[in-house]
């Protein structure tokens, strides 16, 4: 399920680009997510870009802890989500 703040997106393409990406060597997924960078950081603000790093090494924190912990669920994860930071 998604929420309002992503409704408007286009999932099935997202989760196409994602499928297409896995596929690639690890060399390779990190050399794409080093290409898409510098335009989102063009579009941006300073404050904004610093809470997009922020989010992206949460989200690998929370996998990581996911991982360590199976079937343990969110509610008893200690590393906040985007959402908990948004306030959503």
Excluded at 5 to 10: I, R, V
Excluded at 30 to 38: E, F, H, Q, S
Excluded at 40 to 62: C, H, M, N, P, W
């Amino acid at each position: 399920m998604t929420s309002q703040e992503t409704d408007w997106m286009n999932h099935a393409a997202i989760r196409a680009l994602v499928d297409q990406a896995a596929v690639l060597a690890l060399e390779e997924r990190i050399t794409l997510i080093k290409g898409l960078v510098p335009a989102i950081a063009d579009a941006l603000s300073e404050d904004e870009y610093e809470q997009f790093v922020t989010f992206i090494r949460l989200k690998g924190e929370r996998y990581q802890e996911a991982k360590a912990h199976p079937g343990e669920g969110r509610s008893e994860r200690q590393t906040p989500g985007e959402r908990e930071l948004e306030g959503r």
